[in-house]
Nanobody, 123 residues
Framework: QLQVVESGGGLVQPGGSLSLSCAASGFTLDYYAIGWYRQAPGKERERVSCVSSRDGNTFYADSVKGRFTISRDNAKNTVYLQMNSLKPEDTAVYYC????????????????WGQGTQVTVSS
């Protein structure tokens, strides 16, 4: 059974850090690109970061560059998003999404999604 589960969200103060995990079961993660998306209330779901399968290339949205780091552990079938220097505008539900091959700019290109984990940055 194919399953994608995010974890690690929570409430953190501005300037703090959180580490999100995306556990993918039923997949051979080596063959998949993994994207992190987020959706704030009343806003479109936006791409935050992605790591491709074959070449390991990464993408970061301008808004998170230098603060977020994506990494993958294929042996554990898990992808991580380390988030540092968090800002209130990072508050959103964060989703993990999978597709075979390379990262896609289009969220419709990802057939597999998790249920999301809430990240709230507030004092």
């Amino acid at each position: 059974q194919l399953q994608v589960v995010e974890s690690g969200g929570g409430l953190v103060q501005p300037g703090g850090s959180l580490s999100l995990s995306c556990a993918a079961s039923g997949f051979t993660l080596d063959y998949y690109a993994i994207g992190w998306y987020r959706q704030a209330p009343g806003k479109e779901r936006e791409r935050v970061s992605c790591v491709s399968s074959r070449d390991g290339n990464t993408f970061y949205a301008d808004s998170v560059k230098g603060r977020f780091t994506i990494s993958r552990d294929n042996a554990k079938n898990t992808v991580y998003l380390q988030m540092n220097s968090l800002k209130p505008e990072d508050t959103a539900v964060y989703y993990c999404a999978l597709k075979r091959g390379l990262c896609s700019r289009q969220k419709n290109g990802y057939p597999y999604w998790g249920q999301g984990t809430q990240v709230t940055v507030s004092s």
